[in-house]
């Protein structure tokens, strides 16, 4: 069966002996079907320092796929070289975010970026590899996610649609992989299910946007219990709360920088 092979490369957590660097940020490289495809750039140079240590080559990349515009995600693409690579992403991914003044957003325009890499903005899913699909904008079902807007986007207020996931498809179900969530994950997961048209989630890695605790979270994790989950990796943008509540109910792993899996 074939296999994708997902390497954590920017993280806010690293494991004890393993001198990677962390940041508060998100990047991971994912290996399938002969595409090397990055996605998200992490807030610096981490994820190249990173990669360089555990002797991954970024200089082939296929793709480069993002998940939102907010420069924990992005700010790295400052550090990554041009290349002839796809980059994908939303049409709002790279409008100027701002947050109680603060530039919060990708640090190129889509006309800067279109100089460095093989831009293509899109708000319909797109498929990466035969089996990797980048899903575009996630439409907002449940009634208890993302209900306020983060700052501004080109100055109105940003609800995000930018924000996005990865699925991969594989012969028993599907794997996501999240940036943030601010769509919601359980928006993400029903909308995999959907473009998929498969309801056998796997598992689940990335940043789920679940700060606090309260009712979103309590919703969100019976939801995900629903699943019947193999595999869950929260990460990035979960609170310790959250991670305590999923763990009595699910298969957790922790996760963290240096940490590859073969899915
Ligand atoms: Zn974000
Ligand atoms: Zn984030």
New binding site residues.
Partial sequence: MMTMRLTVLADNNTYIDQYYLGEPAFCCLLEAEGKKILFDTGYSDVFLKNAQTMGIDLTDLTHVALS?G?N??TRGLLFLPPSPATLVAHPHCFLPKAFEGEDIGAPFSAEEAAQRWDVRLCREPMALTEHLLWLGEIPRVTDFENKSP?GTCGGEADF?PD?TALVWRREDGIFLIT??S?SGICNMVEYAKKVCGDDRVLGILGGFHLLEDGPQLDKTVDRLAGLGLQMLYPCHCVCLQAKAKMLSRMPVTEVGVGMTLEL
Avoid: E, P, S, T
């Fill in positions: 939102h907010h924990d995600h983060i995000l924000d940036g943030c601010h």
